[in-house]
């Protein structure tokens, strides 16, 4: 991790819990964080689309200190979009971060990289926070082919993207080989890859953009990848379903970021 850069850990809910199980997280979430603050890492969560109102409220009543997201959007403003929703519909409901191009969106609903730059570009005009998800599948790093994957992946996201609306973009590098299958990359892939991606950000003009990881991160390996894999933080999906995993992953962050200072 670098040491000017505060941390961001993103906690992916998927589609689980309800909204009654959802603003029980959240509660367990806002304790652990009052008991043991982490003032240096900025925390995200992000439910499914129907208890997003009933998060934010618990956030916002309660003084939770995380923002909350959602798990996709529909580029349109509004229309026949049967199933969708837009971002001012987000908005409304105080959700300030996006995550776009997720892996499984990707594979199982047909977002192809176009859909995914327009996906993005609607998210940050509309002035919400975007995390742009790459990553490679098994295949493509068996071939060792990670490196082109996910440069062009990041190209076709990010290039043109009016300079205004750079700073509202965060990068999740999440290879599918990892993500739920407990395979975490080590620390060595994960610092390869970051760095790579660093390299292509910086072609774009995209020096401060925060890069995150995701796969399997949990409790016990996020303190040897955030101190050794060069990332800036986490995307995180089933230990972010328990609070004290979610919160762990949050310290770890945090310590790191703190003993660097
Ligand atoms: C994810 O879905 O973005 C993810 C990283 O999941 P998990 O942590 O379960 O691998």
Not at 189 to 214: C, H, K, N, P, W
């Amino acid at each position: 991790m670098s040491t000017t850069t505060r941390p961001l850990v993103i906690g992916n809910w998927k589609m689980n819990l309800d909204f009654v199980e959802s603003v029980h997280l959240g509660q367990q979430i806002g304790v652990l964080l009052k008991n043991k603050p982490a003032e240096h890492t900025d925390v995200v969560v992000v439910p499914p689309f129907v208890d997003i109102r009933s998060v934010s409220s618990i956030v916002t009543s309660e003084r939770i200190p995380v923002a909350v997201g959602a798990q996709h959007v529909n580029p349109n403003e509004n229309g026949a979009h049967t199933g969708e929703i837009s971002t001012s519909m987000l908005k409304r409901l105080n959700v300030s971060w996006v995550l776009v191009g997720h892996s499984e969106r990707r594979s199982m609903y047909a977002m192809d990289d176009a859909v995914v730059a327009s996906t993005l570009r609607a998210t940050v005009r509309s002035g919400l926070q975007g995390v742009l998800c790459v990553g490679e599948n098994s295949a493509v790093r068996d071939a060792d082919g990670q490196g082109a994957f996910v440069q062009g992946q990041l190209e076709s996201a990010l290039e043109g993207l009016d300079e205004k609306f750079r700073e509202q973009v965060t990068v999740a590098y999440e290879p599918i080989w990892a993500i739920g299958t407990g395979a975490t990359a080590s620390s060595e892939q994960i610092s390869a890859m970051t760095t790579f991606i660093r390299q292509a950000l910086r072609r774009l003009e995209m020096t401060d953009t925060r890069v995150l990881y995701g796969g399997s991160v949990n409790a016990d390996n996020a303190s040897s990848i955030i101190s050794e894999g060069g990332v800036d933080g986490f995307l995180v999906g089933g230990a972010s379903l328990k609070a004290e995993s979610f919160c762990a992953v949050i310290q770890a962050c945090n310590d790191c970021y703190a003993g660097k200072r």
